[in-house]
Nanobody, 123 residues
């Protein structure tokens, strides 16, 4: 079992960058595939990016390809989401998720979730 805490959100102008962090506590973090999701007001939670247990494989939603990168440091029990060229439509609460199964784009496939961090991109 892991507990996840996101940080790094905030207000940024369009075209700017932010790096989100997801710190995990508990044992065996390297056994968990991790994902980032986001949810804007009135919308469903959507997949943003995912990373395999070792960090060797990454996956991105089409809407963020080329602008976002995901990485992890298993020694620090942390997953990162580097966001660049931010757009107003990236505004949402961003959630970190983890699961012992393989990565997935489906929120329901993840058992463990953080509380979320707000990202607001102004035009």
């Amino acid at each position: 079992q892991v507990q996840l805490v996101e940080s790094g959100g905030g207000l940024v102008q369009a075209g700017g960058s932010l790096r989100l962090s997801c710190a995990a506590s508990g044992r065996g973090f390297s056994s968990y595939a991790c994902g980032w999701f986001r949810q804007a007001p009135g919308k469903e939670r959507e997949f943003v990016a995912a990373i395999s247990r070792s960090g060797g494989n990454t996956h991105f939603a089409d809407s963020v390809k080329g602008r976002f990168t995901i990485s992890r440091d298993n020694a620090k029990n942390t997953v990162y989401l580097q966001m660049s060229s931010l757009r107003p439509e990236d505004t949402a609460v961003y959630y970190c998720a983890a699961d012992l199964s393989s990565w997935s784009e489906i929120p329901y496939d993840y058992v463990y979730w953080g509380q979320g961090t707000q990202v607001t991109v102004s035009s």
